[in-house]
C-alpha cells in the first residue's frame, strides 16, 4: 500500500546537523499527515513532528527552533533537518504516515527507522 524508507541518520557531534529523508511509494493519495517520531532506549516512542497534506507542521518542544521538517512533493519524500543536535536527541527515527479517513480504524504505516547518535 504505502512504503516508508528512512535515510540519513548517523553518528555526529553535539551541535552539529543532519538531514534525514523519508522517501514514499504506494498509494500516497491515501495519506494526510506524515511525521517524524523517535525512541531512545529505554524510552517509548514519541512525537518529534508532523506534516499535512498542506503544508502544516507540529512539533514537540523539545525540538522547536532547532529542527524543521518539510516535503517534497514531487519527490514524495519528507524531511527532517536538524540543526543544534543534542545528546538527548540521540534514538531511532522513525517516520510515519497516517491515512486521510479510517484512520481510527487501520494502522499507520511506519518505516524501519534510522539511527541518530549524538556524542557530547
Known amino acids: 500500500q504505502v512504503q516508508l524508507m528512512e535515510s540519513g541518520g548517523g553518528l555526529v557531534q553535539a551541535g552539529g546537523s543532519l538531514r534525514l529523508s523519508c522517501a514514499a511509494s504506494g498509494r500516497m493519495f491515501i495519506i494526510n499527515t506524515m511525521g517524524w517520531y523517535r525512541q531512545a532506549p529505554g524510552k517509548q516512542r514519541e512525537l518529534v513532528a508532523t506534516?499535512?497534506?498542506?503544508?502544516?507542521?507540529n512539533y514537540d518542544d523539545s525540538v522547536k527552533g532547532r529542527f524543521t521538517i518539510s516535503r517534497d512533493n514531487a519527490k514524495n519524500t519528507v524531511y527532517l533537518q536538524m540543526s543544534g543536535l543534542k545528546p538527548e536527541d540521540t534514538g531511532t527515527y522513525y517516520c510515519n504516515a497516517r491515512r486521510r479517513q479510517y484512520s481510527s480504524i487501520l494502522p499507520d504505516y511506519w518505516g524501519q527507522g534510522t539511527q541518530v547518535t549524538v556524542s557530547s
Open positions: 506534516i499535512t497534506s498542506d503544508g502544516s507542521t
